[in-house]
T-cell receptor, first 111, second 114 residues
C-alpha cells in the first residue's frame, strides 16, 4: 500500500519546455488535488478533481493543465515552463473529513 | 473565502520550554482545522485535526491544539520542546466550496535551541 506517489522527485527545465508531473494513489479516494509550495506562502491549490473525468481550477491555475481519466492517476502538465513555476509541487488525496494525504513532492526548477 | 493567519514566521524556543504556535482562521461555516508538520526536505505529515468533536485535540509527538470558536483560533502547543521538534508547521482550514481541499497558512518555522 504505497498511498500517494509522485514522479519525478526532482526536475530542471528550461524556460518554454513542457513536462508532466505524475501522481498516483492506491487509496481509492475520489478527491485529489495539486498544490504548490513557495517560501513564505504556504501551500496554494492549483487544480483539484472530485472524481474521474471531473477537474476544476484552484487559486493558482495559470500555466497548468490537469486531467483525470482514472481514479488512481492525476497528472499535472506544465505547458510552457516559466521561472515563476519554480516550486515544490505536492499531490494530495482527500479523506472523508478533508484530511489531505500528501505525496512526497516534486522539486521543480525552471531556468 | 476562508483564510488562515499564522502569527510569526519564525519562532525560537529553548529545549524544554513551552511551544506555542498561533493560528487564526476565517470561515463562513464551522470549519475542519488541521496542523501539519514538515521536516527539512520532506513532505507534510498530519500532526492533528479538529473535526467538530472535542475542542481540545491531541496529536502526535505530544502536541495539542484547542479550537476556540469565539476567538477563531486554533493554536498549537507542546509543554516541553525537544530538539527533534525543529521543523516548519502549517495550519490549514477546510474549504467551504465543496472542493475537499485545504487553505493553508504561510507557515511557522520552529527553531529549538539547546
Amino acid at each position: 500500500n504505497a498511498g500517494v506517489t509522485q514522479t519525478p522527485k526532482f526536475q530542471v527545465l528550461k524556460t518554454g519546455q513542457s513536462m508532466t508531473l505524475q501522481c498516483a494513489q492506491d487509496m481509492n479516494h475520489e478527491y485529489m488535488s495539486w498544490y504548490r509550495q513557495d517560501p513564505g506562502m504556504g501551500l496554494r491549490l492549483i487544480h483539484y478533481s472530485v472524481g474521474a473525468g471531473i477537474t476544476d481550477q484552484g487559486e493558482v491555475p495559470n500555466g497548468y493543465n490537469v486531467s483525470r481519466s482514472t481514479t488512481e492517476d492525476f497528472p499535472l502538465r506544465l505547458l510552457s515552463a516559466a521561472p515563476s513555476q519554480t516550486s515544490v509541487y505536492f499531490c494530495a488525496v482527500s479523506g472523508s473529513d478533508y484530511e489531505q494525504y500528501f505525496g512526497p513532492g516534486t522539486r521543480l526548477t525552471v531556468t | 473565502a476562508q483564510s488562515v493567519t499564522q502569527l510569526g514566521s519564525h519562532v525560537s524556543v529553548s529545549e524544554g520550554a513551552l511551544v506555542l504556535l498561533r493560528c487564526n482562521y476565517s470561515s463562513s461555516v464551522p470549519p475542519y482545522l488541521f496542523w501539519y508538520v514538515q521536516y527539512p526536505n520532506q513532505g507534510l505529515q498530519l500532526l492533528l485535526k479538529y473535526t467538530s468533536a472535542a475542542t481540545l485535540v491531541k496529536g502526535i509527538n505530544g502536541f495539542e491544539a484547542e479550537f476556540k470558536k469565539s476567538e477563531t483560533s486554533f493554536h498549537l502547543t507542546k509543554p516541553s520542546a525537544h530538539m527533534s521538534d525543529a521543523a516548519e508547521y502549517f495550519c490549514a482550514v477546510s474549504d467551504v466550496t465543496g472542493r475537499r481541499a485545504l487553505t493553508f497558512g504561510s507557515g511557522t518555522r520552529l527553531q529549538v535551541q539547546p
